[in-house]
């Protein structure tokens, strides 16, 4: 049985957004990531709003997404 290795990359400040209307990341150049979400396997965290426990319509912070 082989040891399957896992890696947690947080990116503080980074958010998803599938289009690319007005996506700096997206449009910006970064080989390293392009690399990483092309060839392997990830998923996606909610870090706001209902799933982190703050009220509907509440904004929160990095504190907040941090504590996710």
């Known amino acids: 049985?082989?040891?399957q290795?896992?890696?947690l990359i947080i990116t503080d400040g980074i958010g998803y957004k599938p289009d690319s209307i007005c996506n700096?990341?997206?449009?910006?150049t970064k080989p390293t990531y392009d690399k990483l979400f092309e060839n392997t396997p990830r998923a996606l965290i909610s870090t706001h709003g209902l799933s982190v426990g703050l009220p509907e319509g509440q904004m929160g912070n990095s504190e907040v997404g941090?504590?996710?």
């Open 5 to 7: 290795k896992t890696v």
């Open 66 to 68: 941090h504590m996710t």
């Open 1 to 3: 049985m082989s040891i």
């Open 24 to 28: 700096a990341f997206k449009d910006a």
